[in-house]
């Protein structure tokens, strides 16, 4: 990939969200900037951020985390950074293999991911707004205990990302419109532990406040 990727489809674009958000990630989760360190850090960077953000935060993690190689792209993490955004680039670094072990990024593993969260856009992009239903981050992250958080507690990343993967199935496949928002909510809330950008984007459309009334990019001036 280079620094002129251009994506095809309009449905999901990362760099977009960067724009609208960007400033809101670099203040509130600044590792999912990747300006520093190489990737094999940033593995074990990220996974701290989101352990760090469970309702009851848990340390479980190796020392250090399994070396990253890369073919055809750069093996640089504010490089990819800029190519691919925060969203893919932490899918891709947490999703194959456990944290601990050698991970190998081709193009198509990018693709891959990219591709699930145009699907996940495309689900959930179109949702009404309910402005009387606002929540505070506090409120959003008193949920119940699920396959994600779990998996997440035992440093089980890979198996985290595959049940939210799941989840989002079980979702799409769901045709129960009184459990759709609870699942909707749950599935999202989750996203944004990996994915900063499309979550906040989402949770933003369905009338919710993560960050607080301080941090929406949407009513800036800027």
Not at 101 to 130: A, C, D, E, F, N
Request: hydrophobic share 35%; with cysteine.
């Amino acid at each position: 990939m280079t620094d002129t990727t251009v994506y095809v489809s309009q449905n999901y674009n990362p760099h977009s969200l960067t724009r609208e958000w960007g400033f809101v990630l670099a203040d509130i989760r600044p590792v999912f900037t990747f300006q520093n360190g190489d990737l094999r850090t940033a593995r074990l960077d990220i996974a701290k951020d989101i352990q760090a953000r469970l309702p009851k935060p848990v340390t479980n993690l190796p020392l250090h985390a399994g070396i990253v190689s890369t073919d055809s792209i750069e093996n640089d993490p504010a490089s990819l950074h800029r190519q691919v955004g925060s969203d893919i680039l932490c899918l891709t670094l947490l999703a194959d293999v456990p944290l601990d072990h050698p991970l190998h990024i081709t193009q198509s593993s990018l693709i891959g991911h990219w591709r699930w969260l145009r699907q996940v856009w495309t689900h959930l992009s179109t949702q009404k707004v309910s402005k009387a239903s606002r929540l505070e981050s506090p409120e959003l992250q008193r949920s119940p205990k699920n396959d994600v958080i779990d998996e997440i507690c035992r440093g089980r990343f890979n198996t985290a990302i595959a049940a939210l993967r799941s989840e989002f199935k079980s979702l799409r496949l769901s045709q129960d419109a009184s459990w759709d928002l609870d699942s909707r909510l749950s599935f999202i809330r989750n996203l944004t532990l990996f994915c900063p950008l499309i979550g906040t984007e989402l949770l933003y459309r369905l009338g919710y406040e993560p960050y607080g009334t301080n941090h929406h990019a949407k009513d800036s001036e800027e």
